[in-house]
């Protein structure tokens, strides 16, 4: 679609509307730009409407239009160039790509943008509107999909992984990087720490076998279990426990010992390479971790293994990501937005009750806080938010290797903010631009197969929902999240 196009049909007609049910709705362009239209067939393509900014969102233009009920279209005139919201429902249509959606009366109770009728022009409104319908929100009418389509979806992805085995992970080239058990902790954590890595499996050379895995999450204990006898950790004490060592107290923190009072070793859950990838996938949500190591083994008795790869949900999804992407649209449920899934843990809104609570802090909280929520809540990052609750950046489980850097983790962790422990794991000289890249996020409308294609890249493995330009936090959808649903 071109301006003289636009031109032509706004001197061949005027929108008339007398008698016309209208009730407004809200448009927002998140993008940018100096100035901003919008225009769609709910004025029969025959006005701009000018899009204000929204203060304090600089990038974030929005506007109310008095709309019909039925099916519109809709476009953005953006410094002069047509454009359309790539995230927002789009089709073909007689001016290009433009966006759609179906304008449906919503009951006032369920209302989220207030009218703003200085803005609707000389367009007739029903006067009575209002107290019956205080607002539409562009796209909030729930998507239906039947159930069978849902199972159908399912069994086609069980299929293909079922069909696939683990030895297709296995990258052209690449290092994994495992630990002895008779290691030093505090080795341990600057190995993994210079590795840019977040776990490593753990050898045995006694028992000439791969024996568990050393994650962020026992350095977390580690860090814990130390300050809660009262004194700073010290460097004396990381050096003197092992990694077996530590792994045997573990057990009994945990008090996973057997009637005599001793450990119950652990048996370390592990893939063949000719394990299929549906057996992989459901090894690692059943046992909560975040890897899989993928061990060949040359004998039938387990000697002389091979470590090849470790395996990952984030490796799976690429596998099905670049499999469905060209036929996705045989499978309705990778078009649905993830709001109308469900999928993920989302903040409650007013008057909601949740089952599990949604963790949030603020870069002023003490780095301890942040450590606690993280095992007391099970979850494996924490958005850090502003006064506002708008995402300024996360805190992650992994991040916790950075304290290796300068010896941090000596220091108080009540007296260090995460905004400090962040900053550990930043070069100074990185631009924020590229720093703010590891706050992955996504939008509620956003599909389950863009959510999917964006989990697959590598290190990244949840998504902070967002509202769109505020950035406040809505939610939270995991690797995990996303295997659970499709696995059913």
């Known amino acids: 679609m071109f301006a003289s196009d636009m031109n032509s049909v706004r001197e061949a007609s005027r929108v008339t509307t007398a008698g016309m049910m209208l009730f407004p709705i809200q448009f927002t362009w998140p993008y940018g730009g100096r100035s901003v239209f919008i225009s769609g067939s709910f004025n029969r393509w025959a006005e701009l409407v000018p899009m204000s900014q929204v203060e304090g969102a600089p ?103 079922a069909a696939h085995t683990a030895y297709e992970l296995l990258p052209e080239s690449g290092k994994v990087v495992a630990l002895d058990v008779n290691l030093p902790v505090k080795q341990a954590f600057h190995i993994l720490s210079e590795q840019g890595i977040a776990l490593a499996p753990l050898w045995d050379n006694c028992k000439g076998k791969f024996v568990g895995v050393l994650s962020a999450s026992d350095f977390i204990l580690i860090l814990r279990e130390l300050g809660n006898h009262g004194s700073n950790l010290t460097e004396e004490e990381l050096e003197t426990h092992t990694i077996s060592a530590w792994k045997e107290g573990k057990a009994y923190m945990n008090r996973q010992v057997d009637g005599h009072g001793r450990p119950i070793p652990k048996h370390l859950i592990y893939a063949g390479p000719c394990d299929n990838l549906k057996d992989v996938a459901l090894k690692i949500l059943q046992s909560g971790v975040a890897i899989v190591p993928v061990i060949h083994s040359s004998s039938e008795d387990g000697s002389f293994p091979q470590l090849l790869h470790l395996a990952s949900l984030s490796g799976i999804l690429k596998c099905l990501c670049r499999y469905f992407k060209h036929c996705s649209g045989s499978l309705p449920v990778l078009q649905l937005p993830i709001y109308a899934i469900p999928l993920g843990t989302w903040v409650p809104r007013i008057g909601e009750s949740s089952s599990r609570p949604f963790a949030m802090l603020r870069p002023t909280a003490s780095l301890s806080s942040a450590l606690n929520m993280l095992v007391q809540a099970r979850v494996s990052s924490i958005p850090i938010v502003d006064d506002n609750d708008s995402l300024l950046d996360i805190y992650s489980r992994s991040d916790i290797t950075a304290l290796a850097k300068g010896r941090a983790y000596t220091h108080n962790l009540n007296e260090m903010t995460i905004y400090q422990a962040l900053q550990l794991g930043q070069d100074s000289n990185t631009p924020y631009e590229m720093r703010s890249q590891r706050c992955q996020m996504c939008l509620r409308t956003d599909t389950l197969l863009k959510v999917m294609e964006q989990l697959a890249n590598p290190g990244v493995r949840r998504l902070v929902i967002v509202e769109a330009g505020s950035n406040r936090v809505e939610g939270v959808v995991s690797l995990t999240d996303v295997f659970r649903f499709l696995l059913g």
């Open 59 to 161: 990038n974030v233009f929005q506007a109310v239009c008095a709309v019909s009920h039925g099916c519109h279209e809709y476009k953005f005139l953006v410094d002069g160039e047509w454009r359309h919201d790539e995230r927002q429902p789009h089709k073909n249509g007689e001016y290009g790509i433009v966006n759609t959606f179906d304008a449906l009366p919503v009951p006032v109770e369920v209302a989220q943008v207030q009218p703003r009728l200085d803005v609707l022009n000389s367009m007739e409104v029903d006067t009575g509107l209002t107290h019956r319908i205080s607002a539409v929100t562009l796209n909030q009418a729930m998507p239906r999909i039947s159930e069978e389509d849902v199972q159908a979806c399912r069994h086609r992805i069980s299929v293909f992984l």
